[in-house]
Each structure stands twice: as C-alpha cells, then as structure tokens.
C-alpha cells in the first residue's frame, strides 16, 4: 500500500467501500467512471458511451459527463469526441513575436468550462475505489481561487454527495452565481475574506471545517492526484498538439511550456512535455511558471495583490515541481484585464481585425480566453521576445477557463480604468503596450541556487502552518519522487475497472437507450 502524502492504492475501509458500490448501483442512474487512461485518450472510452454522449447536454449533472473530463471535447458544441484537443495557433500579427505560441482550450470542458473538474475528478475518485470517502455521508470540501471549486461541486453533485465550496469573497460574480445553482445547500458556499491573492485565509477555513465529523479536504495545492492527472492527461494532450503542428511544419522545435502556477496542478503537464519532446527540442525544452508581477512570490519573495483570478499567490503549493521548473515570469494584472476587454468588446475586435490583421476565426476564439489564460498568453510572448525566438521555434501554454467568468470584472475595469467604454485610442493603446510592446522584465531563470530559493519557500506553508513531515517535504526535492508518483495511475485504474465491474454501472449505461 502506497500512503505517501495521503495517497493509497488499497482498500483501506471496506465497509465503506461497500456502502459506495451500493450507492453508485442504486442511484436514480447508474454511475460509471472513466479511468486515468481513458481520459488522457478517450477513444478508448467505450464505443456505446461514446454513442450516448451525443444526446446528453455537456453542462447538465449527468453521469456520462464524466467521459467528457477530457481536452477532446468538439466545439463549439462539446458533445462530439475530436480528433485533437482544442487549441489555439496565435498569429504573430496578434503577438508581435515570430515564434509560434500555441493555446490549449480548456472551455470545452463540461458542466463548468474550465479544466479543473478534471483536477477535482482525479482527487475524488481515487478516494472512492479505496475506501477513503463515503459518498452517503461524506462532505467534499473544495478548496479555491478559481475554478477547481465548481469543479469539486459539480463531481459531488454527480457523485451523489455534498459538495462544499471554499473561495475567496472578492472572486466574481459568476462564479457565485454558478454555485447557487449546483449546491445542494446555501450554506455550502464559504466566503473567506480578501480575493485572488488570500490563499492562507482558504486554508484557515478549511481547517475549521475539518474538525467537523464527516468532512474530506481535498486541498488542490496539495493534491498530488491534481498534479498526476495533468502531468498524464494535459501534458499528453499538449504533446499531441505539438506533434501536429510539427509535423505540419517541418523543422519546427518545441522550446517551452508555459503555466500559471496556480495550484501547480497544470504545470506538471509540463513535466511530462521536457521528457517527451526532449530530442525535439535539443534539450532546451524550458518549463516557465507564470505568476502576478503585483504578488511577484517566486521572482523576489514578494507581497501584494492582485486580479488575475485563478493563479493564487503568497504560497509554492506542494505540488509543484519546482526543481524542474527553468523560468518565473510576471505578467500584470493591468495586461489581463486589459486584454480581457480588447477581446471582448466591439472595438477591441475591430481594431484587431482592422489594425492588426487577425483572422475572425482567432479573434473568435480570443473571446473566450479567461483572465488566466491570458495572463499566460502574456507570458509565453515575454519568454519569446526574451529569448529571440524565431519562426522555427513553438511554445505551448493554456487557456484554464471562459471569458464568461469574468463579464462582471470586465465591466468593473471598463468602469474604473476607462471610463465605462473602450474607444479606438486606447484600443490601440492597450494593443501596442500589451502584445507588441510586451517587454521582459519580471522574468527570472532559475539555476540550482534560484531553484532552491523557491523551494525553501514552501517550508513555512507546508510544514510550519499545515504540518507536513519535514522528510515529506523534503523528498519532494528528487525528480524520483514525481518519477515515483506515476506507478498509482494504472494502480488507480486496475481499482476503478473493478469498481465499475462491481456497480455494473458501466455496462448499464452503455446499454441505455437513447
């Protein structure tokens, strides 16, 4: 049995694994679940589940949505499997820069258009097919800046048990509004003080609701399950894009993955990228984490705040590799929500199309970027300009969630930092300071001596506030460990075949009818 960081790969309690196969087997509809390798590639997901996912509507609480927690949903629809995750080729009339700077779609995700309810799956699931937590009378506790929250909620809501939101109050306003829909109760929305950059304040609440009985953290910033999933899942996605798009363009060399930090869950993808594309890219493949230049954490130790809703700050979580991470690049939340506004408004679209030449089908899909995917954008044209990349050379990045999100935040800066309206003069402005004027400052890269920097930070979060073993964390240090981590995914699918064989839930819903 593997219990390293809570994780196990046995049954620990098997009454309560009774009690789950039971639940799954009687619930209004049987509930399947997708194992690992079928969401890192879905064809693999039963040919008449497949069928039925054309009838069911992506962002419904259906059980067959779990086989659509995947980067091969069809958009703009989401109910057809594609043959390649959706992505984004930014022209460089758009980045000013040569370099090809390619961006995974993570809208396409069901239920809450954002990548991370395939976080909240991975750290569930595994919980379930070991015995670990009673959907009957367990209450998931979702901890989040962003995104994972609704996620966490929305498997809950599926799974049959209480989910509970944790997340700061200064989030916005559709996030809120998303939540009231989905939670069983009012009460399970918790408000913490602050916004964006009060992670220790999530953290605070979490630890009081855990003293009561019958409550499960799953905690993102140290869920190694949220960082196996996209190191398996995004990364293998990530590296399908980019073999497409070199094989389309011969000579072209992957140099980077560029991620928010975040929970540090989407930058593992990272991680499996530099060994994939390792002869690809000559061995220059970097890993660039991307964070707030108002709360620069990683560039200088530094404090702060900020509006780039969903990367957190303050904090290295535990599960981010930092000793194979190359670079840290700060990016403005000024050049997020000002380019959240250039994309999203009338003359912010004409003047792309006018002044900058950008096909319609790219501006399209610049509307539905989130603040953090554009913060990455952001970045990935800093690391290009930083070092003088040319047309030969492809940096990959994401786009977490939708614009929709954030309509409320957009109105509130046309309100405060532009007067309620964009006109051409600052389209153009906001256009020549934010994409072909980006500059390279706030961009570190880190040696062994940076590298350690950072990771000592993590001390006073993990061990001194939330009491991880000093051994635990410190073996985190070793590219062995991650190495290590990878052996649960079959082990966890082996558990979830035999669970579904169990409920019968699979086979049940496979034969359906339409």
């Not at 060994?275 to 493949?285: P, T, V």
């Not at 994309?343 to 970027?369: E, M």
């Not at 940096?395 to 309100?415: E, G, H, P, W």
Request: include cysteine.
């Amino acid at each position: 049995m593997t219990t390293r960081s809570g994780l196990t790969t046995d049954i620990v309690d098997d009454a309560v694994y009774r009690r789950t196969i039971s639940q799954f087997r009687a619930a209004p509809r049987a509930i399947p679940l997708p194992t690992f390798a079928q969401l890192a590639d879905p064809t693999r997901v039963p040919a008449s589940i497949r069928a039925r996912l054309a009838s069911v509507d992506p962002d419904a609480p259906d059980p067959l949505n779990l086989f659509r927690v995947h980067w091969y949903n069809e958009h703009p629809g989401r109910r057809a499997l594609a043959p390649a995750p959706a992505h984004l080729v930014l022209p460089p009339s758009l980045t000013g820069v040569p370099a090809t700077i390619v961006v995974l779609l993570g809208w396409t995700f069901p239920m809450i258009q954002a990548h991370k309810v395939l976080a909240a799956y991975a750290c569930l699931a595994p919980r379930l097919v070991t015995g670990q937590f009673d959907p009957s009378r367990d209450r998931a506790v979702w901890p989040s800046t962003g995104n994972y929250c609704r996620g966490g909620v929305a498997i809950s809501r599926i799974m049959g048990c209480r989910g509970v939101a944790v997340l700061p109050e200064g989030m916005s306003h559709e996030r809120f509004e998303w939540l009231a829909r989905w939670v069983r109760d009012p009460g399970d929305v918790v408000r913490t003080p602050g916004s964006e950059s009060n992670v220790k304040e999530i953290y605070d609440a979490c630890k009081e609701l855990a003293a009561q009985p019958d409550t499960v953290i799953f905690n993102q910033f140290c869920e190694f399950a949220n960082y196996l999933v996209h190191q398996q899942c995004t990364g293998r996605a990530a590296e399908q894009v980019a073999r497409a798009l070199m094989a389309k363009t011969p000579g072209l060399r992957p140099r980077a993955f560029v991620s928010a930090t975040g929970s540090a869950g989407t930058i593992g993808a990272g991680d499996h990228l530099k060994r994939a594309l390792l002869e690809e890219s000559a061995g220059e493949f970097k890993i660039a984490a991307v964070e707030a230049a108002e709360c620069p954490t990683l560039l200088v130790n530094g404090f702060g705040e900020h509006n780039i809703q969903g990367i957190g700050d303050k904090h290295v979580p535990l599960i981010h590799n930092v000793m194979n991470t190359d670079l840290v690049v700060g990016v403005s939340d000024r050049a997020s929500d000002s380019l959240d506004v250039l994309f999203n408004t009338p003359v912010g679209r004409a003047y792309l199309a006018d002044r900058r030449r950008v096909p319609k089908a790219t501006i399209d899909q610049l509307a539905h970027l989130g603040l953090s995917g554009i913060a990455n954008v952001v970045a990935s044209i800093k690391l290009a300009r930083f070092y003088g990349m040319g047309r030969e050379d492809l940096v990959i990045t994401v786009a977490t969630d939708a614009a929709a999100m954030y309509a409320s935040s957009r109105a509130r800066f046309l309100y405060q930092a532009l007067g309620g309206a964009l006109d051409p003069v600052s389209a153009g402005e906001i256009g020549g300071q934010h994409l072909l004027g980006v500059a390279t400052d706030h961009v570190l890269e880190l040696g062994q001596r940076e590298r350690e920097r950072i990771f000592n930070l993590g001390y006073y979060t993990w061990v001194e506030q939330q009491g991880v073993p000093v051994d635990a964390f410190v073996a985190r240090r070793a590219q062995s460990f991650w190495r290590g981590l990878e052996s649960l995914i079959p082990r966890w699918d082996a558990l979830i075949d035999a669970f579904n064989a169990e409920t019968g839930a699979l086979a049940a819903a496979a034969k359906e009818r339409l």
